[in-house]
């Protein structure tokens, strides 16, 4: 008879955090976030490998909030545990005031160029990204990066 197995350690990480604007630094939102999403990724959640991409992908949408999209709202990450058809996944999501501008990936950019390259950079380093309204006055641009499939799950 197989012995029962014994639960997992009590992991106290949360698989979602996230920050408003109002807990990120007033002069520097973009610079901010980038530095709270790498210790996250990096030193709470323990995925060095993802660290540098996902803190790329922040900064990119964080800028587009802050220049196109009336200014940063919120931040938030999340780490889902694996599912029977699913991956494990970490998602950034980034919150704005202008639900009625429609990211969009555009056809003839530069990629030398400081404008309109951020979205292409994204959908290069995330596995899927994209965007809803949350409400009234805002709109949520989210990306998916998925993690290496020998990690265990999150729980």
């Known amino acids: 008879m197989d012995a029962l197995a014994l639960p997992a350690p009590f992991d106290a990480t949360p698989t979602r955090v996230g920050w408003d604007v109002s807990a990120l630094d007033p002069h520097r939102p973009v610079a901010e976030a980038r530095h ?42 999340i780490l889902a545990a694996c599912r029977e058809y699913a991956p494990p996944v970490l998602r950034v999501m980034v919150i704005d005031h202008a ?13 030398f160029s400081e404008c309109g390259r951020g979205l292409h950079l994204v959908a290069a380093l995330s596995h899927r990204w994209g965007w809803h309204r949350t409400g009234f006055d805002e709109k949520q641009v989210w990306c998916t990066f998925t993690l290496d499939e020998g990690r265990r799950s999150p729980r």
């Open 36 to 77: 709270r999403t790498r210790v996250w990724v990096q030193q709470h959640w323990k995925l060095p490998k993802l660290a540098d991409s996902v803190e790329l992908a922040v900064g990119e949408l964080c800028t587009n909030a802050v220049r196109h999209g009336g200014g940063l709202t919120g931040l938030e990450l």
């Open 99 to 111: 639900p009625e501008l429609v990211p969009e990936l555009a056809d003839d950019y530069d990629p």
